[in-house]
């Protein structure tokens, strides 16, 4: 009972150890945007997997189409036809008129008539770029409107893979003046005339008859570190593109329309011909088999009217998104249930073995609810992180076996080594009753001993051959298996040759001497065994130290001038220890101006350490090829810039050819003799300084003569 109680205490520890350190470390990584694609990819997969819903009738569109075009002739089409367009949809009564072409200059003929239908219609709002783009600048609105005070912004904020998911209910433009949306703009006369107006609800929220607005934040939903500057919300669309009643200009134009058509309506009027590139991609462009298909901005204008309308009068849903503690608490959760109830063991001779089909069922299990959590939610207008809990999930379950079969190693070490105690002592028993009760068979001796031995190394081995097969199927031979053998095995080495001992007087020289070449030769490799072990750990304590830079340390204010003296004084000694030898000349020129910089200490001091014995070792290199009379010379440098400070550090080494530059950062790249380098630490200086604290790292190089390492770090 009281070792059943045991291993149950030991289970729950390793629970508690392994669910939370799994579930924070996943809340990191979601935190530095590794999941950000996914889970933005996952939400465009919502959408398309939900009913379409019924097309809003109260909106329309008048599309400016290839056709149109054609007829026209030219773009932008002229004043004059545009003000004929107004005043057909003005014929009708229409409750609001959004502009979504720009207009910030005249395109006669027919300028004074366009004029003339700006001022007659109050409900007409027209469009402005109010913070432009990545393609192009802010446009000014058409000068009348913007007298009239009738004039709102076409922008919306891009997501890092050129969709549009978040749309602006207002923002401020390069002066500080808030602008209205074009949507925002046309339901608020909407809204205006059925005597709703928007109000404002403690700080941020926007409430607008049965639905309020909530501003978007840049971590909200799957984003990290959006930009959230105005006040955005998330689009909800109705459905992909096509979803509204659209009609051309000339069908407008040449009156093939029915008379009420616009009545009561909000009409927006935009490009939908494909030439003129006003496209925008949304989350119904995702398409695995071709070409994404985009929607027109007039329709994306609509998609939002529509959104704000139908939530202020029927209360349709926004979407919406998890406090932040609560999303670290469900991917906390999903990583206790990957602890607790995925993984299935069963014990055979008290080793804890996974049984792979029910577990994978599990899996499955698990993996399908989440994935229907994640749907079910999105159908009730909730965003909540599906893709870093099915991490979560996944990455506990993974570590709670590798964890359970290091217990099952350890267990199996322990028993190899009790196995092999026991054995020397029956062995020590043994030869010592046949020497007191065989004396009379001394001639016998040799021949008897040698059959023990014999007898004894092929028990051991069968033994150890079995227990060895069965540890290397479950865990795959691992390396601390190997290290660890291997020490053991010296030392029963040295063992067995002082128990052999008192026996060699017994033998003949020659078989004492083979003995001992024997014995000596096994020592050597094992002892070589446990060298190339020790190898590729230090490998391995590498490839964690460049795994480490992905993690987020404490900044702090560092003096970079000193950080590099310690780092100097450090590889040079290092360098004197490794070689009496070793003579470097060091020379530095510090700009004291600059002062300390917000990093990670030790991260940065590491980068230079690498770098700097790099340079060390290729001066100290050629001084080697060349003799006495050539002087290694390293050259640090520190320079303050007005964005940052750059750091150069050179050698006047054997220098790098060109074939190699581009890849003295990959990870095991190196382009010293075999066993004298892993090929990391260039890897690991420039992830340090690039991807760690924002910076860059150059090298410039000429063969025989110079290699120059140039850093930047920013002072921001």
């Not at 109010?130 to 076409?154: E, F, T």
């Not at 992180?385 to 379950?397: D, G, N, Y």
């Not at 001038?561 to 530095?588: C, G, P, W």
Request: aromatic residues 10%; negative net charge; contains cysteine.
């Amino acid at each position: 009972m009281w070792k059943k109680l045991r291993a149950q205490q030991g289970q729950w520890r390793r629970i508690l150890a392994i669910a939370p350190t799994v579930g924070i470390t996943l809340i990191v990584l979601r935190a530095i945007g590794l999941f950000q694609m996914l889970e933005l990819s996952l939400f465009d997969r919502w959408f398309d997997w939900r009913p379409l819903e019924d097309p809003d009738r109260r909106i329309a569109i008048v599309g400016i189409t290839e056709s149109d075009l054609r007829q026209v002739g030219t773009w932008p089409i002229p004043d004059r036809l545009l003000a004929q367009l107004l005043n057909k949809i003005k014929a009708q009564n229409p409750a609001a008129i959004g502009l979504d072409i720009y207009r910030d200059l005249p395109v006669d003929p027919g300028y004074d008539e366009l004029v003339e239908v700006f001022e007659s219609t109050p409900n007409l709002i027209g469009i402005r770029k109010a913070v432009g783009d990545r393609n192009r600048q802010g446009v000014a609105p058409p000068p009348v409107l913007a007298r009239l005070d009738r004039v709102a912004a076409n922008d919306f904020p891009w997501d890092a893979d050129g969709k549009i998911r978040r749309a602006f209910l207002y923002l401020d433009d390069e002066n500080g003046n808030i602008i209205y949306s074009l949507a925002f703009r046309l339901a608020w006369i909407y809204l205006k005339e059925r005597g709703i107006e928007p109000k404002l609800e403690g700080e941020t929220r926007i409430v607008l008859g049965k639905t309020s607005f909530s501003p978007f934040s840049s971590h909200d939903g799957g984003y990290v570190g959006a930009e959230d500057s105005g006040y955005q919300v998330l689009l909800n669309f109705r459905g992909p593109s096509h979803t509204f009643d659209r009609v051309s200009l000339f069908e407008v134009l040449e009156e093939r329309i029915p008379s009420d058509f616009f009545r009561d309506r909000i009409i927006l009027i935009g490009s939908t011909a494909e030439s003129l590139k006003d496209y925008l991609l949304i989350p119904y462009s995702s398409d695995f088999m071709g070409l994404p298909e985009a929607m027109a901005g007039v329709e994306v204008h609509a998609n939002l009217t529509s959104q704000i309308i139908a939530g202020a009068l029927e209360g349709r849903s926004q979407l919406k998104t998890w406090p932040e503690l609560l999303e670290w608490l469900w991917i906390l959760a999903w990583s206790a249930i990957g602890t607790t109830i995925i993984c299935q063991w069963y014990y055979e001779n008290e080793l804890a073995k996974i049984s792979f089909p029910r577990t994978g069922t599990r899996i499955a299990i698990a993996s399908t609810s989440l994935l229907a959590i994640g749907y079910l939610s999105f159908l009730s207008s909730w965003w909540i992180p599906i893709i870093p809990a099915f991490f979560s999930l996944v990455a506990a379950t993974i570590v709670n076996t590798g964890y359970t079969l290091w217990d099952n190693l350890k267990l199996s070490h322990k028993r190899i080594e009790d196995y092999a105690k026991t054995l020397e002592i029956k062995v020590e028993q043994r030869t010592f009753e046949l020497r007191e009760k065989n004396q009379q068979l001394e001639h016998t001796l040799e021949k008897l001993t040698a059959a023990q031995k014999q007898m004894i190394a092929q028990e051991k081995l069968a033994y150890l051959g079995s227990l060895a097969a069965g540890i290397a199927h479950e865990i795959r031979n691992p390396l601390n298996f190997v290290n660890n053998f291997a020490r053991i095995s010296v030392e029963l080495t040295e063992e067995i040759i002082e128990e052999l001992e008192p026996q060699l007087e017994y033998l003949e020289e020659e078989c004492v001497e083979e003995i001992n070449d024997i014995f000596g030769e096994l020592k050597e490799s094992i002892t070589d065994i446990s060298s190339h072990g020790q190898r590729i750990e230090k490998i391995i304590q590498g490839m964690l130290m460049h795994a480490q830079n992905d993690e987020t340390g404490h900044r702090e204010a560092t003096d970079i001038n000193a950080l590099l003296k310690e780092s100097i004084e450090l590889v040079y000694h290092s360098l004197k220890a490794r070689d009496k030898s070793f003579e470097m000349t060091l020379e530095t020129d510090y700009d004291n101006s600059i002062g300390e910089l917000y990093v990670v200490p030790q991260y940065i001091s590491r980068a230079f350490l690498n770098i700097l014995t790099n340079a060390c070792d290729a001066a100290y290199a050629k001084q080697k090829k060349i003799g006495d009379s050539f002087v290694p010379l390293v050259i640090v440098k520190t320079v303050n810039l007005e964005s940052g400070i750059e750091i150069h550090i050179r050698d006047n080494g054997v220098g790098i050819s060109d074939e190699f530059l581009d890849k003295i950062f990959n990870p095991f790249f190196t382009t010293k003799p075999p066993g004298e380098g892993t090929g990391l630490g260039l890897s690991i200086a420039y992830d340090t300084i690039v991807a760690a604290h924002q910076g860059d790292i150059q090298v410039k190089s000429e063969v025989d003569s110079h290699t120059e390492f140039i850093i930047f770090l920013p002072k921001k």
